[in-house]
């Protein structure tokens, strides 16, 4: 499979062509695009989260840690003093690092379900949660924001399986196969639980309604093709006219 490094560096770059797209299209202030970019770079480390020593999982759970602690402050700021919100800071952010961690790594293991669309889908969702409902971000920018979560974790599967095949030896590695997939078919318990932690966050995530209608395919599709490509001249470069005027060649009789 693709090391973190790869993973890293490919996520980044493809969620960065993808906040072009965003912002060519108007569906996300500037002042946001780094935001989106950071979304679809965690997402393309997100399907390594059930290694347990690996430099994603530690990430990831570092920063679970830190997004915990900070809402058991928010709601708890007005009842206790600094030095007791410091102590129900550390020991949230504590019980996820350590504890969290602890607990997720001995019922996982590495593509199961967690190297799923299925799972890409939840993460997707789940983001928009935390955007749209702890953030208080426009229910649009935080399905977005999801939306490039969703990008960067179908990144990572597809690169994992591009590294399961031998291009020298022109044969499969016994990898193919288990990183893009639907689901986890090894474990039908856990893409059931998968499935209805999906569900829940779905009843929990705010409206979608203004976001199927950016990303709907006839809306994108008529913007693709008004502004994929440049009218006229590349950046504005006119050839030179003996260059833009020398005749074509042919060969053969008319």
């Keep these: 499979m693709a090391n973190f490094n790869t993973h890293l560096a ?137 939306l490039f979560v969703l990008i960067g974790f179908v990144i990572h599967l597809a690169l994992d399986e591009i590294y399961s095949v031998d291009i020298e030896g022109a044969q499969l590695k016994k990898s193919f196969g288990t990183a893009l997939k639907l689901i986890d078919m090894r474990s039908w318990r856990a893409s059931a639980m998968m499935l209805a932690a999906f569900v829940g966050v779905v009843f929990a995530a705010p409206s979608a309604k203004e976001f199927e209608e950016i990303v709907a395919p006839p809306t994108v599709f008529t913007f693709l093709k008004e502004r994929m490509l440049p009218k006229g001249n590349w950046f504005g470069i006119e050839l030179p006219k003996s260059v833009a005027a020398t005749p074509v060649k042919t060969t053969g009789t008319p």
């Design 10 to 146: 490919v996520a980044a770059v493809g969620s960065g062509l993808c906040a072009t797209v965003a912002l060519a299209g108007n569906a996300a202030p500037n002042n946001y695009l780094l935001t989106l970019t950071l979304a679809g770079t965690i997402g393309g480390i997100l399907p390594d989260i059930d290694l347990e020593k690996a430099i994603p999982s530690r990430i990831l759970f570092s920063a679970l840690g830190v997004i915990a602690a900070f809402i058991a402050l928010f709601s708890l700021e007005k009842h206790y003093s600094i030095a007791e919100l410091w102590i129900v800071w550390l020991g949230v952010y504590a019980l996820v690092r350590y504890g969290v961690h602890w607990i997720f790594h001995s019922r996982t293991r590495h593509r199961g379900i967690f190297h799923s669309l299925l799972a890409g889908g939840f993460f997707m969702v789940l983001t928009a949660v935390i955007f749209g409902r702890i953030f208080g971000e426009p229910a649009a920018l935080a399905w977005l924001t999801g």
